[in-house]
Every structure is written in structure tokens, then in C-alpha cells.
């Protein structure tokens, strides 16, 4: 079975990282000076929280890392139990390292229950001499304040395109897959800075054995191509409705789209629109209307076809 190149080529280094710079020069200086804060590392999924913590791991203590480094996923592992008797026997034994201090990251720290919180403070106070954590999750408020208060925090933006689009291309050659301009500007218009999401794609794309093209990477995450969203669009405001329904079941019945993902699609090609912009505000008021009641159970294809009747007056209007 293949590897998946997500872990395959995850950065082994701190150097190695892609972006985040500011967040990898401040630990590069905590394994300069041996010392560090309990850390929180926030931000949305495939930015590199995990990977930074194992980076910094290995970088502290080399050939000591599997003594004085603990993962855990706490959204496995969500209960006190967890804390009283996992944590607290790892965090009270001294390193063997030249580092006075063990590492335990503790993954998803957003899903640890209140009462796993308050009991991981205490266990955070009571054995700071021999041991740090970093709390990872996707949203800081989730953690208790009395925990926030005592870490360092680090917020992970999600990857611009263009540091996700160099590092798929240098995946490409490395892999031998034949990628293409759109296709590589498809994968990361789709994963919207998450970089382990646009590596997942880029693999699955490439077992097809084509060439990775926008229109093969749209057919893998089951999208429809953004070219035909903007026509859907544009038939729709020059008035023609039939075509844009017998396009819309196409979508919907032959080719089996989320009229979920079709509405969320139209929401994002239309700032591309050739209209003023109060046109383009009402119509974006109207895809949120139209989610919501697609959100709630109402029927796809009315739904879509009300909306793509709205915008056409809109468009007549002006806004």
C-alpha cells in the first residue's frame, strides 16, 4: 500500500516548514535556549500546528525524543481519567535529556471536557519544573481561560495559494506527476489554506493516471468546475431560465452534485460576475437565503431555480 504523502513529505525540520515564519523563528529560539512556556497553538486545520510541535520536539532533544515526548489526541481521549492518570504519570518524571524539561502535546485540546480542563491546569501548575505542554486546537475559545493565561499563543493562519502551490509542485516532481497550471491553482483554490487537504488531493488526483488538470481535481472532490457555475450564472441574468433548469438537473440528476455544494459554488464565483456591485450584494443576500433553506430540508432543485430567478430580477433592477 502506498504511503500518503501528507505524512510522507511532512517537514521533518523547523526550517522545512511551509510559511508560518514568524511562529518558526520564535521556536527556533526556544531549542537555541533550551526554555520554553506552556504553548496553545490555534488555527485551522492543515496549518501546520501538529507538525511545528513534532518539529520542535525533535529538534530539543534528538535521540532522547521517545522518552521525553508524549502525543496524545485528546478528542480520543476527552475524559479527566485521561489527565489524572496519562498526563500526570508522564509529566512528573524528569527528562533524560540535557533539556530540564519533558514535551507533551496534547492534540485537539479543544475537545477535552471542562472538568479534563480544570484537572489538566492543575497538573500544568503542579509539574512545570519537569515538563511543558502544548495545547493544540482549531478554536482558542474553547479552552478554559485559566489555561490560556498560562500559555504563550501561537495563532496559524490558513497558507497563502502561493506557498501551497510551490510545495505541491515540488511534491509533483518528486512523485513524477504530471501537473498542470489549473490543476495545481484548482487543488489550492479548493483546499483554501490547508495544506494537508491539497496534499490528500493532489495524491487522489494523480491515481487517476492523467494528467492532474482542473477538470480531473474537480471530478475527485466532486465539485462542479467553476467555469460551468459562472455560465449557470451568466444564462441566468440574460433571462434565459429554461436552459439554466435543464443545466441545473444535469447538475443535480445525471451528474449526482450536492445542490448543498452547488449553492456554496455559486456563493464564491459571484464576485467574478461582469455586474455593478450592489448586484452583487443582493445576489450574495439571496445565496445565503437559499442555503438556509436548503440547510433546513427544502427541496434542491426549487430552491436553486428560485434563486437563479431572483438573481435574473435583480440583475434588471440593478440591485
Not at 500500500?1 to 514568524?22: F, G, H, I
Not at 521517545?66 to 480520543?76: C, K
Request: charged share 30%.
Amino acid at each position: 500500500m502506498s504511503e500518503l504523502w501528507s505524512e510522507k513529505y511532512r517537514p521533518k525540520t523547523l526550517k522545512d516548514m511551509v510559511n508560518q515564519r514568524d511562529i518558526v523563528e520564535r521556536l527556533k529560539r526556544f531549542v537555541e535556549t533550551k526554555s520554553m512556556p506552556h504553548c496553545l497553538f490555534a488555527g485551522p486545520p492543515g496549518t501546520g500546528k501538529t507538525t511545528a510541535a513534532l518539529c520542535l520536539a525533535r529538534e530539543l532533544f534528538g535521540r532522547f525524543l521517545a522518552d521525553s515526548f508524549m502525543e496524545l489526541n485528546a478528542s480520543d481521549e476527552r475524559g479527566i481519567d485521561v489527565i489524572r492518570d496519562t498526563v500526570k504519570r508522564f509529566a512528573r518524571s524528569k527528562s533524560l535529556s540535557d533539556v530540564p524539561f519533558k514535551l507533551l502535546v496534547l492534540d485537539e485540546a479543544d475537545h477535552l471536557t471542562a472538568d479534563a480542563q480544570h484537572a489538566l491546569r492543575r497538573t500544568m501548575e503542579k509539574y512545570t519544573d519537569t515538563c511543558r505542554f502544548i495545547l493544540s486546537c482549531n478554536y482558542s475559545s474553547r479552552i478554559i481561560e485559566p489555561i490560556q493565561s498560562r500559555c504563550a499563543i501561537f495563532r496559524f493562519t490558513p497558507l497563502p495559494m502561493e506557498d501551497t502551490i510551490g510545495f505541491l509542485k515540488s511534491i509533483a516532481e518528486a512523485e513524477g506527476v504530471q501537473l498542470s497550471e489549473d490543476g495545481v491553482e484548482a487543488i489550492a483554490e479548493v483546499a483554501a489554506g490547508d495544506l494537508r487537504r491539497a496534499i490528500n488531493l493532489l495524491q487522489a488526483a494523480s491515481a487517476t493516471g492523467e494528467s492532474v488538470t482542473s477538470d480531473v481535481v474537480y471530478k475527485v472532490v466532486g465539485l462542479v468546475h467553476p467555469k460551468r457555475i459562472l455560465d449557470l450564472l451568466d444564462i441566468s441574468i440574460k433571462g434565459d431560465l429554461i436552459e439554466a433548469r435543464e443545466e441545473l438537473r444535469r447538475m443535480l440528476y445525471a451528474e449526482g452534485y450536492s445542490g448543498s455544494d452547488i449553492v456554496k459554488q455559486i456563493h464564491s464565483q459571484v464576485f467574478k460576475l461582469d455586474v455593478p456591485e450592489p448586484v452583487k450584494l443582493k445576489i450574495i443576500e439571496l445565496v445565503g437565503e437559499a442555503d438556509y433553506r436548503i440547510d433546513q430540508g427544502a427541496d434542491e432543485e426549487v430552491q436553486i431555480m428560485a434563486l437563479l430567478a431572483k438573481v435574473k430580477l435583480v440583475a434588471l433592477k440593478g440591485g
